[in-house]
C-alpha cells in the first residue's frame, strides 16, 4: 500500500456575510479562489451563484475570535441564536430553530435536544468558510430545510508542513486549548486536529441556589484526509466530540435538583468523486453520525424524582450527484439520496423508532440571457418517506443584472419538516409538577410556501448596500394542545395551527481609508399565529446590528467591535398552572463585544476580548452569558 493511501486510512481509522473580506494579517493563510457549493450543492463563484448566498471566510471566523458557530452567528443580520441552559439554538427569518438545517459539508448535523441542534457544541477550529442560504432550500436538502441552510465547510490542508496553536483563558474560569497539524504533497494531504474546553457555571439569580447556565467540559478530536488523482478525488472526514453539562435546578414543588448531561458525538464521511469528461462530474458520499446523551437529575435529600435518561441517534446517508454542463446555457445537477435514522431513548413510547427516506433531485442553473444577464433555476426534489408517503418540493429561483452594480434576486419554492421522533412518540411525566407530554404518531409533515427578494447595489467599489424582503406561510404547523382533567395536565402534539412569517432586512458595509470597515443592518420580522392571531413567541419584531472592523497592518493590529440592539419579544408561559397563558413582553436589550490583537514576532498574535459588556440578559427569556473578558495568544508554525 502505498504511503499516501496509508495516510488516509490513517484519516478515517483515528478513534473516531454576504461577501468575501480581506483575509487579516497573524499568519492566517489566504483562502483559495472563493467558491460555494450550498446554494447550488455544486461547487460555483461567489459572484455568480443565482441564490443569495452569505459567506463566512477563514479570515473572519479567526478575527472574530468566536470558539463557536453560535458565537460565530449571533451578529449575523436575520439570524438570531437563542440560549438556553441546555445550548444555543439557531432562528432565520424568524421561523424557530426546528425550521433551519445545520450541515457541516453537505451532511446532516445530528443529535437534536428538544428539535435543535445547539450550536455551542460545534467547534471552529476545523471551518474553513460558513455558508448561509436564507429561504426555502427543500428542493436540495429535504426535511427541515424551510427557513434557510447554514453550511460549515471543514479546512483542508493547504501547506507542506504546518502547525497550529491557540490559548485563551478567561472569566468563569473559560479556558481554552486548540492545536493543528497538517501535511500536504501535491496529491494527497492530511489535516489533523484537537481541543480542550471548559466553564464554569453561571447565575444570573445569585438569591437562589439555582444555576442560570452549565458548566462545561469537553474536548473534540478530527481528522480530514484527501487523494487527488488525474481526475478524481477521495476525501474523507471523521470526528468526536464530547460535552460534559453540570447546573442546579430549583422544582416546582421547591425540590433542588443537581443536573448533568454528557453528549457523545461521532461523525464519519467518505467523498470519492470523479471528473468524467470536460463537461460531466460525478460525487457520491458515504456518511454516518451517532449522537448519544446521557442525562440525569439527582434530588438533594431524595430519591424520589431522581431520573435518568439515556439517548441514542444514529443516521447514515448514501449519496450521489451527477453535475452536467449542457452547452454554454445549461448547468444540470441530478442527485439521489437515501437516509436512514434510529432513535432509541427513554422517552419514547415504544423505546425506539426508525424511519427511511429515499429522494430524487433535480435543479438546472439556465442562462437565459447574457447581457443583460438573467439565469433562471428551476428545482424539483421528490422525497419518499417510510411513514408519511411521497412529497414534492419545488423551487424556482431567478437572478438578473441589469447593471453591473445592481443584482436582483429573487426565488419561491415550498418546504416540508417531517414530525421529529419527539413528536412522534413521545411519553413523558412529571409527578413533581403533574403534567404529561404524550406524541402523536398520526401527525403529519408541515408544508410551507415561501418567497423571498432581494437586491445588492454596489455604487462604488467600497460600498455594498442590500435590501431583501421575504413571506414564509406555514399549514399543518405542530403545536402542543393542552387537555386538563382531574389527574393534570396532559399535553399533546397535533397539527393545528397556520401560521404565517414575514420581514425584511436591509444593511450596508462601507469600506473607509485607514483600514476600516463598517457593517450595519436592520431587520423587520413579523411572525403570527393565524389560528390564535397572537405573535409568534420568542420574535423580536425589531433588530439593529452594527459591526466596525480597524486594521492597521504595518504594526499587524486589528481590533473590532459588533453590537445588537433586539426589540421586545412575546412570551406565553402558564404560570399559574390553570391552563391559561400569563403572556409577557420582554424588554429590549442591547448586546456588545469587543476583540484586539497584536501580531508579535514568530508567528505569534496576542489578543483580548471582551463580551456581553453591557451585562445583559436575566433567567426568564435571556438566560445568556454575564460579562466576560477574555486573552489568550496563538501560533503558527
Not at 65 to 73: K, Y
Not at 477 to 489: A, F, H, N
Amino acid at each position: 500500500m502505498s504511503g499516501r493511501w496509508c495516510l488516509l486510512f490513517v484519516a478515517v481509522a483515528i478513534p473516531w456575510r454576504a461577501w468575501g473580506e480581506e483575509p487579516s494579517d497573524g499568519g492566517v493563510e489566504a483562502p483559495p479562489a472563493q467558491t460555494v457549493v450550498t446554494a447550488a450543492r455544486s461547487p460555483e463563484r461567489l459572484e455568480d451563484t443565482p441564490v443569495a448566498t452569505e459567506v463566512i471566510t477563514r479570515a473572519e471566523i479567526v478575527a472574530s475570535g468566536a470558539q463557536s458557530v453560535a458565537e460565530l452567528l449571533g451578529a449575523q443580520p436575520g439570524l438570531e441564536v437563542q440560549s438556553t441552559f441546555s445550548g444555543a439554538t439557531l432562528q432565520v427569518q424568524g421561523l424557530g430553530p426546528e425550521y433551519a438545517l445545520v450541515l457541516v459539508d453537505g451532511e446532516r448535523v445530528n443529535g437534536r435536544v428538544n428539535g435543535a441542534v445547539d450550536l455551542s457544541r460545534i467547534s471552529l477550529e476545523d471551518i474553513e468558510q460558513v455558508e448561509i442560504v436564507k429561504g426555502p432550500s427543500s428542493v436540495l436538502y429535504g426535511s427541515d430545510a424551510v427557513a434557510g441552510v447554514v453550511n460549515l465547510i471543514t479546512r483542508r490542508a493547504r501547506r507542506p508542513l504546518g502547525a497550529d496553536l491557540r490559548v485563551t483563558y478567561g472569566s468563569l474560569r473559560q479556558a481554552d486549548v486548540d492545536a493543528t497539524g497538517e501535511m500536504q504533497r501535491e496529491d494527497w494531504g492530511l489535516r489533523v486536529s484537537g481541543g480542550l474546553q471548559r466553564r464554569d457555571a453561571y447565575d444570573l439569580e445569585p438569591a437562589d441556589i439555582g444555576t442560570t447556565g452549565s458548566s462545561l467540559a469537553g474536548f473534540q478530536v478530527s481528522a480530514r484526509g484527501d487523494v487527488r488523482g488525474e481526475s478524481s478525488e477521495l476525501a474523507s472526514t471523521l470526528s468526536y466530540s464530547r460535552r460534559v453539562q453540570r447546573g442546579v435546578d430549583l422544582g416546582a414543588t421547591g425540590a433542588t435538583f443537581d443536573r448533568a448531561s454528557r453528549d457523545d458525538t461521532l461523525s464519519v464521511r467518505l467523498s470519492p468523486s470523479w471528473r468524467l469528461s470536460d463537461t460531466m462530474s460525478l460525487r457520491t458520499e458515504a456518511y454516518y453520525t451517532g449522537f448519544k446523551r446521557r442525562y440525569l437529575l439527582d434530588q438533594r435529600q431524595g430519591t424520589a424524582l431522581d431520573s435518568v435518561e439515556d439517548t441514542r441517534d444514529q443516521l447514515a446517508q448514501l449519496g450521489g450527484q451527477l453535475d452536467l454542463k449542457l452547452g454554454e446555457r445549461h448547468v444540470l445537477i441530478q442527485g439521489v439520496e437515501l437516509l436512514g435514522e434510529h432513535l432509541a431513548a427513554d422517552r419514547l413510547d415504544s423505546g425506539s423508532g426508525q424511519r427511511g427516506r429515499a429522494s430524487l433531485y433535480v435543479q438546472d442553473n439556465w442562462t437565459v440571457l447574457l447581457q443583460p444577464r438573467l439565469i433562471l433555476v428551476p428545482g424539483a426534489r421528490l422525497d419518499l418517506d417510510s411513514q408519511f408517503g411521497p412529497a414534492i418540493t419545488p423551487r424556482l429561483a431567478l437572478r438578473l443584472d441589469p447593471h453591473s452594480r445592481v443584482t436582483l434576486r429573487a426565488s419561491y419554492g415550498w418546504g416540508l419538516r417531517a414530525p421529529s421522533f419527539q413528536e412522534l412518540l413521545l411519553d413523558f411525566e412529571n409527578p413533581s409538577v403533574g403534567y404529561t407530554v404524550r406524541g402523536n404518531p398520526d401527525l403529519q409533515p408541515e408544508r410551507s410556501r415561501s418567497v423571498n427578494l432581494s437586491v445588492e447595489l454596489r455604487p462604488a467599489a467600497p460600498t455594498l448596500l442590500w435590501l431583501s424582503g421575504y413571506q414564509h406561510s406555514l399549514r399543518d404547523m405542530i403545536t402542543i394542545s393542552l387537555r386538563q382533567d382531574t389527574e393534570g395536565q396532559h399535553f399533546i402534539y397535533t397539527n393545528l395551527e397556520r401560521a404565517s412569517v414575514r420581514g425584511g432586512e436591509v444593511g450596508l458595509r462601507q469600506r473607509i481609508p485607514g483600514g476600516l470597515t463598517v457593517d450595519a443592518s436592520y431587520t423587520l420580522t413579523v411572525g403570527r399565529d393565524q389560528t390564535t392571531g397572537e405573535p409568534l413567541e420568542g420574535q423580536a419584531r425589531h433588530r439593529f446590528t452594527a459591526q466596525a472592523t480597524w486594521r492597521f497592518r504595518p504594526w499587524g493590529l486589528e481590533a473590532w467591535v459588533r453590537g445588537a440592539l433586539v426589540g421586545p419579544r412575546p412570551f406565553y408561559p402558564d404560570v399559574d398552572g390553570d391552563g391559561t397563558a400569563d403572556p409577557y413582553q420582554s424588554d429590549p436589550y442591547v448586546s456588545l463585544d469587543a476583540r484586539a490583537s497584536q501580531q508579535l514576532p514568530a508567528g505569534f498574535r496576542l489578543f483580548v476580548a471582551g463580551s456581553n459588556l453591557t451585562a445583559t440578559g436575566n433567567t426568564t427569556d435571556l438566560p445568556i452569558l454575564p460579562r466576560t473578558f477574555q486573552a489568550g495568544l496563538s501560533f503558527q508554525l
